[in-house]
């Protein structure tokens, strides 16, 4: 069989792509599973794209690396807001064609590279799509879920040189861990790929979804690079609207990043990044407040999760997803799920597809407050029925 057929298969099997085959095939099923947001772009924004949709230029081809407005806008945003003052920009079909975008340009099959888990799935499935076959998945802390560093130190030990990983990854806040990695522990992990040659990618899709006054922050340097999205923070998952920021000092990386670009979405879609340019006009202040309704849904997922008690649940500080273990009868996750979903009519998504089997990753961002508790409602019951009796 030709590799190429060989790799897809890998990546049709993946756990994502069962449970939303679950999903189609279920009626009336409320999700607590999706990655995604309940707000709509700022209406501002949309009212005022209205206006573009005539112009000749949304319809044809743009600069690959992005319109130099949004552009603009987004390196005054990359300085002022996330201290990044040496990076360039390029604009991307969202944080996931950024990611894939990197891989391609940074690595070659075979190569090694590193995550942690519990892993974002779809940087698991774009390492193996492109050929990456020697993917190292390292621990994190089991109280907080950060990424172990000690770990990463003897991954990258220098005796070890041979087989230097090239590429390390983390996503700051996590998906699905929903916590977030402080300054230090980013600072630690930066100076440990810089000393080993290798890439630090950091993935900060959830910037701007961080709870009880904690802080998100990035860090760059030559071996940094930072990966954003419009997708949760402005409600535009459908819009695909991400960007890169990466080192300006390294030569011919811009260069090589804007090839894959013209191979892939050649550029990201001009309507969307018209829209993203106006939605940054309205600001963070509005991402703010919506990201601050999430903590009404946060207490309410929690309580739904209560009667696995309090230790089996962690997250529900930064992103938007608690990380969930399963009590000792039903350590199964992906059964869990399906008998979730068709006994309870409530969706969310097995660790196992995260490098974490006997998990669940509860996602509390896609449903408004009352909706989100009646799903709760659904998933408490359930959960109620699992520890007492089992999957019956
Ligand atoms: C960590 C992380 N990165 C990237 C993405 C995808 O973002 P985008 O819609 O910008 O491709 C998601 C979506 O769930 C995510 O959780």
Redesign the pocket.
């Known amino acids: 069989m030709p590799s190429g057929t060989m790799l897809l298969d890998a990546v049709v099997l993946d756990d994502d792509d069962k449970i939303q085959e679950l999903f189609r095939g279920t009626t009336d099923c409320m999700s607590l599973a999706?990655?995604?947001v309940f707000w709509q772009p700022p209406t501002q924004a949309l009212e005022k794209i209205k206006e573009s949709v005539f112009s000749p230029s949304v319809s044809n081809y743009g600069p690959d690396d992005g319109i130099p407005e949004l552009k603009t806008a987004l390196l005054h945003k990359l300085r002022s807001e996330n201290k990044l003052t040496k990076s360039s920009v390029m604009v991307?079909?969202?944080?996931?064609?950024?990611?894939v975008s990197l891989v391609l340009t940074l690595c070659d099959a075979g190569d090694s590279v590193v995550m942690f888990t519990p892993y974002?799935f779809?940087?698991y499935m774009s390492f193996q799509m492109t050929g990456v076959t020697d993917i190292l998945v390292g621990p994190s802390d089991p109280e907080t879920l950060q990424p172990d560093a000690d770990w990463l130190e003897t991954i990258l030990a220098p005796e070890d040189n041979k087989g230097t990983p090239k590429v390390v990854t983390v996503?700051n806040p996590?998906?699905p861990s929903g916590t977030y990695i402080p300054q230090h522990l980013l600072q630690r992990i930066s100076a440990l790929c810089s000393k080993a040659g290798a890439w630090l990618l950091v993935?900060n899709?959830?910037e701007y979804f961080m709870f009880d006054g904690l802080q998100h922050s990035c860090i760059e340097g030559d071996h940094i690079v930072n990966?954003f999205?419009?997708?949760?923070a402005y409600g535009?998952?459908g819009w695909?609207?991400?960007y890169i920021a990466y080192p300006s000092n390294v030569d011919g990386l811009g260069a090589q990043l804007l090839k894959v670009q013209d191979n892939i979405p050649i550029c990201p879609s001009i309507i969307g990044q018209k829209l993203a340019l106006f939605s940054m006009e309205v600001g963070p202040v509005w991402v703010r407040k919506n990201v601050e309704k999430l903590t009404k849904n946060i207490e309410i997922v929690k309580e739904a999760l209560a009667p696995l008690g309090k230790e089996a649940v962690k997250g529900g500080e930064a992103?938007i997803y608690l990380w969930v273990k399963l009590p000792q009868n039903a350590r199964d996750d992906v059964a869990v799920v399906e008998w979730l979903a068709k006994k309870h009519s409530v969706m969310v998504i097995p660790g196992s597809a995260s490098g974490g089997p006997g998990h669940i990753r509860v996602s509390f961002g896609g449903l408004p407050e009352d909706s989100c508790r009646l799903a709760a409602a659904r998933l408490r019951t359930g959960l109620e029925q699992l520890v007492t009796q089992g999957l019956s």
């Open positions: 999706q990655g995604v991307t079909a969202g944080a996931n064609q950024a990611f974002y779809n940087a996503v996590g998906n993935d899709t959830y990966i999205s419009f997708s949760k535009m998952m695909r609207i991400g992103a």
